[in-house]
């Protein structure tokens, strides 16, 4: 019998690195995705938010692929948290990366590769496999034990006898140790609907048979009910899985570094799988596709503080937009004219014009006082912090003459300043002391401006 394969159930790693965006939960679009001013946590920038959605859409519908699109403007003016309502309004089964320019600079991996593996992250396969299944509702059990070989007072399952039956029809079949093991371990009895893989063995337990004595019996027995299945007891059916490429080339790899090591030691952890492995699960994908096995949903990489990323990466990304298996990529930066890093170059946004050229820019403006504390109050409802109305005043001030980003900073510090005198409501003076402890930006550069020549250097 041949070995059972498991597939990651969990189809694609979605992490976020977003504790400051916890309260976006969408883009706060109608549904002539137009925004509406205060909702889905989302307060004003209105046009950014609106040209967010169309993306969306067109991303929807798949009519974007290869593309990049641009989040610009000044710090704090929401361009991660249109990222992340992005996220939200593709839904689970795009795949949705987030990742930070800096990520791609580490002393392990070589930096294309980084970006490689995110890009790989991105795109999810969607196969459709047949398989020859037996399914029905169990209507006889009759498990046969033998003595152990090497302890013969201990009994173990050698075989079992299962009647099955559809509304079809009603068929017995017997089978060896490996399934009637897996018919004790899952608890499976008379009245359970069960699918065996004709050619793996794996045995699995659907939930309980809503026609049979116990499905009828046991109002609360806690397992899922379902009817009894259609058609033959051996049939063929469809099953469908997500991953992405890069879930198939870690199978791949895997498979690939067999061998006596791996028997020892479990497979030898690679820290990259090599472009063979990707070019052959390229090739296994397509011919998927062309027989019409698999389908590719293009997902979506977000690089923040992309003007961190430099030339090689943006050269490495520009070409990768021209290939067939690509995501959509959107950069966000909040630089202005800048360098390219990497080089002398000076550039908007710092980054090389071609893939300026080639993208469509969304850009976000700073925010009036009265959406200042709008956000204020959401990111304190949503961190359970209460604050009086002049504190709020206070922070939405700070906020407007430094960025939104230290305002929302400020507004748990000073939470904790609160709870340390015990205290659970936010006062005006908890604002006032943490902005006086605490430095944003421009006071830390004024800092090193005053005292330049008093703090070392080397
Ligand atoms: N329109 C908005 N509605 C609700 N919350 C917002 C909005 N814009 C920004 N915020 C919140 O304000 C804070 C700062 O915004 P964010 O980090 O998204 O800015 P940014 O443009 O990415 O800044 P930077 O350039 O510094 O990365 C975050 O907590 C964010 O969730
Ligand atoms: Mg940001």
Redesign the pocket.
Known sequence: MAAIRELPTTPVSKFERIGAHTHIKGLGLDENLKAVKIKDGMVGQEKAREAAGLVVKMIKEGKLSGKCIILAGP??T????I?VAVSKELGENVPFIQMSGSEIYSTERKKTEVLIEAIRKCIGVEIHEMRKVYEGEVTMVDIRTAPHPYNPYQKVPESVRLTLKTREEEKTIEAGTSIAQQIIAEGISEGHVIQIDAETGRVANLGLCLESQKGKTYDVDTRRKIPRPNGKVLKEKEFVYMLTLADLDELNARQRSGGLFSLFFGGSESKEIDTEVRMAVDQQVKEWVDSGKAFIHPGVLFI??AHLLDLEAFSFLGRAMESELVPIIIL?T?RGVARIRGTDIRSPLGFPVDLIDRSVIIATQPYDLESIKEILRIRASEEKIKLDKDALEKLAEVGSKSSM?YAVQLLSLAAQNAKSSSRDKITVEDVQRVDELFMDVSEAAEYLRKYEEKLMVH
């Open positions: 710090p704090g929401g361009k991660t948290a990222a923040d503080d966000a909040n980003r």
